[in-house]
Each structure stands twice: as C-alpha cells, then as structure tokens.
C-alpha cells in the first residue's frame, strides 16, 4: 500500500465501531488494523482517515484529554439521499436533512460514532443565477 500524501486522525474510545461507520456507510476500506490503529481510505485514493485509541501511548496527553471532536470532514458521495437512508436506517441521528444548495450542493451533515462531524456532500449542478452573480465570467 502506497503511504498517503493526506491524512486525518479520528482519536476515540472505539476503533472499531467508528471504522464500521466509515466502511458501512462512506464506502472506505480498511488498510490497517491493529485494534488501536485503524486507517481506512476510498480505494488507491491519496489520503487516508486514521483512527486511534483514545489514551494510547502515541496519543498525546492533550490531544486524549479532548472528549469531542471539532474537525468537519467532507465526503464526495454519489448519492447523498441514499446515504441519508441507510444511516436513518441503521439507527444513526442525521443532524439535518438533505438539502440542494444554490452553489451546486446537496448534502447534509452527521456525526460519527466518535462525535466527529461529516459533511456528505453530493455535487449536483448549481443555480444558473447563482452562477452569474458569483462565479467570475471568462
């Protein structure tokens, strides 16, 4: 496995049960899992998510002491309605509906199990008008 030009740390009490999340719901694989390492990437994409144990000895003291996360990760989903019904469906709170946006998203935000935030963003095609009075005309 090629290292990752990018990557993220999750730190919480519950490895595994948040890379579940990861792989149920946001279609990432594991790469490695040592129980209190996990990394867990979108196919050969250059970054990767890691997620450590809370208090393990490679964790700063300051960075374990922290008990909720303040990151917002974004996921590019196919799909965002479809990823909606699958965490209802598997009991998970979604912090808002879907919703289309006029910049040319519809998403909608979750937390993980170790209460990181996701914004799971669809790109779908943006507000003509929108366009003309913000983007910059060639």
Partial sequence: MQ??????????????????????????????DLGWFITVRRGTADWELAI???????????????TESACVFGFIVDDAD?????????????????KTEVFGQRHFFVRDPAGTWIDVIQLVEPDPEWVAANLPTE
């Fill in 3 to 32: 290292p990752a030009a990018f990557g993220a740390t999750v730190v919480t009490d519950h490895p595994s049960e948040v890379a579940a999340f990861y792989t149920q719901y946001l279609d990432l694989q594991i790469g490695i």
């Fill in 52 to 66: 450590m144990e809370r208090g393990h000895p490679t964790i700063p003291a300051a960075v374990s002491a922290q």
């Fill in 82 to 98: 479809k990823i909606a019904a699958a965490l209802r469906d598997g009991g998970v709170k979604l912090e808002g509906d879907p």
